[in-house]
């Protein structure tokens, strides 16, 4: 697989809480010239980076996130906030315990008003697969599929567990044509990244992928 093809399917990513301006502004630069998919960055950041790189790069952030609890009116606040600010991009996190407790309605509709909340921008859905059983990940990929979002995520990173070979594989067997599959957390290197994608991964949320090619360069 071509090394950009790799990159352009990469949502390069720095979510630590500690994150300067000066690691965002490093990461979108990277971005750029390596024609990554997005950057994927904290909320806070969201506003100067989109006027930094703007028209060169789509910014991508996160809400809800990790922890997905957050009530359903403040997630549609943080999405359109995030897209008033620049944002071309949204990975919300679903509220976990709602899963475990079964409310298949309360989910739908939450990611459908985040959606909506989202105004056209993309939508990928982060269902934390390493706090689900798989009979869960198939319910979600039901879920995900009928809420009109455009993607199902594997993880947040910061959950215990990142995307894993297998969870890819049933998310491309259960998720419907409309939706595609961002495969996030763990990825360390240009084998895993193409395994993911040969699997059925259309993003990869990494920071590793391209300095993995930094390093490759030299």
């Not at 969201?46 to 952030?61: F, M, N, S």
């Not at 957050?70 to 071309?88: I, P, Q, R």
């Amino acid at each position: 697989m071509e090394l950009k093809e790799i990159l352009g399917k990469c949502d390069h990513t720095l979510l630590a809480q500690g994150a300067t301006w000066e690691e965002i502004k490093a990461i979108c630069d990277d971005g750029i010239k390596y024609q990554c998919a997005s950057v994927c960055i904290p909320a806070s950041h969201v506003k100067q980076a989109a006027e930094y790189a703007a028209g060169r790069l789509p910014i991508c952030t996160v809400i809800g996130f990790p922890n997905g609890y957050d009530t359903t009116a403040a997630k549609c606040f943080m999405a359109s906030d995030a897209v008033e600010n620049g944002a071309e991009e949204v990975d919300m996190v679903i509220n976990i315990g709602w899963v475990k407790d079964k409310k298949w309605d309360a989910l739908l509709e939450e990611i459908k008003a985040v959606k909506a909340a989202c105004k056209g921008k993309l939508l990928k859905v982060i269902i934390e697969c390493c706090l689900l059983t798989d009979e869960e990940k198939v319910k979600m990929c039901e879920i995900v599929t009928a809420s009109g979002a455009d993607y199902i995520k594997t993880s947040t990173g910061f959950g215990g567990g990142g995307a894993t070979r297998e969870d890819v594989a049933l998310f491309a067997k259960h998720v419907g044509p409309n939706v595609k599959i961002k495969a996030a957390g763990g990825i360390a290197d240009l084998k895993d990244a193409e395994d993911f994608i040969n699997l059925g991964a259309s993003r990869l949320g990494t920071s590793r992928i391209v300095k993995a090619v930094k390093a490759m360069e030299g």
